[in-house]
């Protein structure tokens, strides 16, 4: 995945977190020290793998909201939930989440975090070394469109994330980075999310949110606006190259327009789409409107997994039953799941491919499994559409090796899950369920 999109059997050279060289096997830049050397012989090494759209917060919650539709799921399950968060039970989410998706080969997320402890989660992303771009959840619109419990005003709202954008955007080196993250236009007031607009373009942050899901969801902004909701958030100023808009499921020929003319990222989530029973995201139609397309999970109870391999997968499949086989093929999806990724986190020019001078995000799959064997087939096929997070090997993050032979060097996988599950017991406890 470089600007050639091209193959190559060689060597990436790493120096203080940033590809110094790429090339042939055997030849290393220059005579200096000697580098230290991860043999990854037989193995295939890509940029690390990104998902624009995670809920860390709900890890935890994986199992407890299976075959509930959307107003459903949130309304019986995910936000009570949240509501009961503290500070240690959204750090025991992150863990597992962040620690599921390091040893599945995804090296950056762009992710929505819920409306309190977002502090919490973010210590823990900067000790387990992912590259993520997280924000604390706004929720400011009155009873019912939000329950009591999440509901804050909008000052409230704004400060705590302008404070939290102050002390992590930027941190760890440049690795954690802050987004603006209104839940979705129903949950929000209008000058809430005109608010978030500037704060974004002041403080060069990301805006994270979800968009046209449902069409319950359109009817309800439709009859509080009289917009279109795409129309909406953009005359609010959620739209643009900084702007990651999850879902775009009920789009329709003016909204992909609309989307395409502001570059405007829209995030596919194939597996939450399906899941949920919200329908089928246009993507190939948003593609050839050239709109900014990148690939996630979603929450973990709404998927249940947090794997890149399996969304880039889906993302494919799914839209062949619908306009033939030839849609969305392998190395587009590819394209989707980094350098697509890599704009949405506003990191076009930093990670998304192996190219000299970028961040060193790099993982090494092993696809001498049955499943992606023979070895003589399209590599891009294999990766697409036969490889899983299993196969992955090695992950580096910023020049930092953090998953080595399938094992997470950056923190005890046996004690987050530990942790998790207690502080999950204990949340169940509190809300009843
Ligand atoms: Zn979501």
Known sequence: MDGARRVLDG???????????????GRRADGRAKPAVIDCKGLVVLPGLIQAHIHLCQTLFRGLADDLSLEQWLAQRIWPLEAAHTDASVHASAMLGAAELLLGGTTAILD?????????????????????TAGKCLMDAPPPANPPGLRESTDA???????????????????????FAPRFAPSCTGPLLRAVSDLAEHSGATIHTHAAETPLELDT???????DEIAYLDSVGISGPRAALAHCVWVDKDAIARLARQATNVVHCPSSNLKLGSGIAPIPEMLAAGCHVAIGADGAPCNNRLDAFEEMRLAALIQKPRLGSDALPAAQVLEL???????????????????????ADLIALDLAGPHAQPEDA???SRIVYSARAADVRHVIVDGKIVVRDGELKTADLAQIRKTANAEIRRLRRSVGL
């Not at 102050?166 to 690795?175: F, K, L, M, T, V």
């Not at 902004?221 to 009289?226: A, L, N, P, S």
């Open 11 to 25: 060597d990436v050279l790493v120096e203080n977190g940033r590809i110094k060289a790429v090339g042939p096997t």
């Open 112 to 132: 929505m975090e819920t409306v309190r402890h977002t502090g919490a989660a973010f210590e823990a992303l900067e000790s387990i070394g992912i590259r993520a």
């Open 157 to 179: 709202a704004l400060t705590e994330s302008a404070d939290l954008c102050e002390r992590w955007h930027g941190a760890a080196g440049g690795r954690l980075r802050y987004c």
């Open 221 to 227: 902004v439709k009859r509080e606006t009289g917009h």
């Open 337 to 359: 799941a980094t350098l697509g990724g890599a704009r949405a986190l506003g990191l076009g020019t930093e990670i998304g491919s192996i190219e000299v001078g970028k961040c």
């Open 378 to 380: 399209d590599l891009i």
